[in-house]
């Protein structure tokens, strides 16, 4: 209790309101920077009996979305989950809650609050946030504001930026392999050539790129040479790249898609391209078209002659060409009049052949475009079709079992390599989708293979359905009942011990995951 002398005859006592702070800086301006906001949290929790309990701190994060601010949704997970020990939140001001582009959404996260009895204070603004009409008016006006000032400031940035493309200088991102970033002055005298990972310190200062290392720059001409002279693909160049023992600027080894990247920017023949693709205020990323580039030609020292890049631009086109389907199977069909027989080894070793996952993804499957063009192979290939199907499934079902955890206000890390789901770093789950076989009696039966190297916790078995199109049931696994036989082999109905793990849905497993907040004694 806080204790206000009132006169020598009376003292007032007020209750002391525990409440958690909740700042964010992005790279604005130094007046926002999480000290100063706590300092100003502090005065205002001082002057109105708050108790500072917690803090979270989003810092280098922006305000436009919530996606990347880990303090405040861990902030919005604890209030849903009603593990928050605070009655109030205290924020700077309405900006640093967010510039939200939807003003309703920012609205929307302090509704979540309210609604589970936690007021949302904000302490450098002239308005009490009490919910009466006038508060509310100019609530929304500064949340409108807030990301009316992120709309003007991105346009403004990408004007600046727009001219010091046309005026030849690098806008960020690394060199590229072959390549160098030098920093020069504002008359542009070269001063330093910058290390990845370094930056310019004064704002007058640019970037240009020039030629790297002579070893580089001859295995980039090299790599020209392959793909244009030699027709290599670029799977095949990154592949003897590698058997030499080479690796990218990153020390890492070569891949396709690094090698494509060579053959495709225009920097290596010293042009500055610039909004080949957008991602402005956080929203989706969007490849523009090419009138819609900025550019400045011969703005850096080429080290590709430009006849060479003109003719592996016209190879990449002619490859990517957008046939119609009927163009698609006419070409099937006279490479089927060939050969008298089709794989996708056939079709991926003819040279001015789309490959076979163009087929793929056109038809929904080869045996599908097989078909319309009357062939029929000798084997039954079904179950490839379907197997592909599952694993392009694997990532969804994983994403949605994650959400669903997390929506529960649990904790869940994913392991890259493993697929391994770490649950409130108490135990760990794997997820496998298990195909439906068909058996010669007509019977339908499904094969689990339990990891024996993971032994994760508990497996989630997902049984497909006939059609292996959809999930029929679900099995929660325990490792400690089950791990002695690695492999089960399921029925549509199994016996007590089996059928006890048995579920229609992952309700109950979600369930499992829930943290309860208990009352110590």
Same mark, same amino acid.
């Given at each position: 209790? /806080?204790?206000?002398?009132?006169?020598?005859?009376?003292?007032?006592?007020?209750?002391? *309101?525990?409440?958690?702070?909740?700042?964010?800086?992005?790279?604005?301006?130094?007046?926002?920077?999480?000290?100063?906001?706590?300092? #100003?949290?502090? @005065?205002?929790?001082?002057?109105?009996?708050?108790?500072?309990?917690?803090?979270?701190?989003?810092?280098?994060?922006?305000?436009?979305?919530?996606?990347?601010?880990?303090?405040?949704?861990?902030?919005?997970?604890?209030?849903?989950?009603? $593990?928050?020990?605070?009655?109030?939140?205290?924020?700077? %001001?309405?900006?640093?809650?967010? +510039?939200?582009? !939807? #003003?309703?959404?920012?609205?929307?996260?302090?509704?979540?609050?309210?609604?589970?009895?936690?007021?949302?204070?904000?302490?450098?603004?002239?308005?009490?946030?009490?919910?009466?009409?006038?508060?509310?008016?100019?609530?929304?006006?500064?949340?409108?504001?807030?990301?009316?000032?992120?709309?003007?400031?991105?346009?403004?940035?990408?004007?600046?930026?727009?001219?010091?493309?046309?005026?030849?200088?690098?806008?960020?991102?690394?060199?590229?392999?072959?390549?160098?970033?030098?920093? *020069? !002055?504002?008359?542009?005298?070269?001063?330093?050539? /910058?290390?990845?990972?370094?930056?310019?310190?004064?704002?007058?200062?640019?970037?240009?790129?020039?030629?790297?290392?002579?070893?580089?720059?001859?295995?980039?001409?090299?790599?020209?040479?392959?793909?244009? /002279?030699?027709?290599?693909?670029?799977?095949?160049?990154?592949?003897?790249?590698?058997?030499?023992?080479?690796?990218?600027?990153?020390?890492?080894?070569?891949?396709?898609?690094?090698?494509?990247?060579?053959?495709? =920017?225009?920097?290596?023949?010293? =042009? =500055?391209?610039?909004?080949?693709?957008?991602?402005?205020?956080?929203?989706?990323?969007?490849?523009?078209?090419? %009138?819609?580039?900025?550019?400045?030609?011969? $703005?850096?020292?080429?080290?590709?002659?430009?006849?060479?890049?003109?003719?592996?631009?016209?190879?990449?086109?002619?490859?990517?060409?957008?046939?119609?389907?009927?163009?698609?199977?006419?070409?099937?069909?006279?490479?089927?009049?060939?050969?008298?027989? /089709?794989?996708?080894?056939?079709?991926?070793?003819?040279?001015?052949?789309?490959?076979?996952?163009?087929?793929?993804?056109?038809?929904?499957?080869?045996?599908?475009?097989? @078909?319309?063009?009357?062939?029929?192979?000798? +084997?039954?290939?079904?179950?490839?079709?379907?197997?592909?199907?599952?694993?392009?499934?694997?990532?969804?079902?994983?994403?949605?079992?994650?959400?669903?955890?997390?929506?529960?206000? $649990?904790?869940?890390?994913?392991?890259?390599?493993?697929?391994?789901?770490?649950?409130?770093?108490?135990?760990?789950?794997?997820?496998?989708?298990?195909?439906?076989?068909?058996?010669?009696?007509?019977?339908?039966?499904?094969?689990?293979?339990?990891? @024996?190297?993971?032994?994760?916790?508990?497996?989630?078995?997902?049984?497909?359905?006939?059609?292996?199109?959809?999930?029929?049931?679900?099995?929660?696994?325990?490792?400690?009942?089950?791990?002695? #036989?690695?492999?089960?082999?399921?029925?549509?109905?199994?016996?007590?011990?089996?059928?006890?793990?048995?579920?229609?849905?992952?309700?109950?497993?979600? !369930?499992?995951?829930?943290?309860? $907040?208990?009352?110590?004694?």
């Amino acid at each position: 209790m /806080l204790q206000v002398g009132a006169s020598n005859e009376a003292v007032i006592e007020r209750k002391i *309101v525990r409440a958690a702070q909740y700042v964010r800086m992005s790279t604005e301006h130094q007046r926002y920077s999480t000290s100063n906001q706590e300092d #100003a949290i502090a @005065q205002y929790a001082a002057r109105r009996g708050f108790e500072i309990v917690r803090t979270y701190a989003d810092e280098g994060k922006s305000g436009l979305r919530l996606d990347g601010r880990q303090a405040l949704q861990r902030l919005i997970a604890d209030v849903r989950a009603g $593990a928050a020990d605070f009655e109030a939140i205290l924020v700077y %001001d309405v900006s640093r809650w967010g +510039r939200f582009q !939807d #003003a309703d959404e920012s609205g929307f996260y302090e509704y979540v609050c309210r609604e589970a009895g936690i007021s949302v204070h904000y302490c450098a603004e002239q308005f009490e946030n009490d919910g009466s009409l006038s508060s509310t008016i100019i609530k929304s006006m500064k949340r409108a504001m807030a990301g009316e000032y992120s709309r003007e400031l991105s346009v403004k940035v990408f004007s600046g930026q727009c001219r010091l493309i046309t005026l030849g200088f690098r806008q960020g991102g690394p060199a590229g392999y072959g390549l160098r970033r030098l920093l *020069v !002055d504002e008359h542009g005298a070269p001063k330093a050539e /910058l290390s990845r990972g370094e930056h310019k310190s004064l704002q007058t200062d640019r970037v240009v790129l020039r030629p790297g290392p002579p070893e580089e720059v001859e295995i980039v001409r090299r790599l020209y040479r392959m793909f244009v /002279l030699q027709r290599r693909s670029e799977s095949e160049i990154a592949t003897l790249l590698n058997a030499e023992g080479l690796v990218t600027d990153l020390g890492r080894p070569w891949t396709r898609g690094v090698v494509h990247q060579i053959l495709t =920017n225009e920097k290596y023949i010293g =042009n =500055n391209v610039y909004n080949r693709v957008s991602f402005k205020l956080k929203a989706k990323r969007v490849t523009n078209d090419p %009138d819609m580039w900025v550019r400045a030609d011969g $703005a850096f020292e080429g080290i590709v002659e430009p006849d060479f890049f003109e003719a592996a631009q016209r190879i990449i086109f002619d490859r990517s060409r957008r046939f119609t389907d009927q163009q698609l199977l006419e070409q099937l069909s006279s490479l089927l009049s060939q050969r008298g027989w /089709l794989s996708g080894l056939v079709i991926d070793e003819i040279e001015d052949m789309p490959s076979s996952s163009t087929f793929r993804h056109r038809f929904g499957s080869l045996l599908r475009a097989y @078909q319309l063009v009357g062939f029929s192979p000798a +084997r039954d290939y079904r179950y490839i079709e379907t197997n592909r199907a599952l694993r392009a499934l694997h990532p969804e079902v994983v994403a949605g079992v994650i959400d669903n955890i997390r929506s529960a206000g $649990a904790s869940v890390e994913r392991d890259q390599h493993t697929d391994l789901l770490h649950i409130n770093d108490e135990f760990s789950a794997s997820l496998v989708i298990v195909r439906c076989q068909l058996t010669a009696a007509g019977s339908l039966r499904w094969k689990v293979r339990l990891d @024996q190297g993971l032994r994760p916790d508990i497996t989630i078995a997902a049984r497909m359905g006939a059609d292996n199109t959809t999930v029929r049931d679900y099995y929660l696994l325990p490792w400690i009942d089950l791990g002695a #036989a690695p492999n089960l082999r399921l029925a549509p109905y199994n016996h007590a011990g089996l059928d006890a793990y048995r579920f229609d849905d992952l309700d109950g497993f979600v !369930d499992l995951t829930r943290r309860t $907040a208990l009352r110590a004694a």
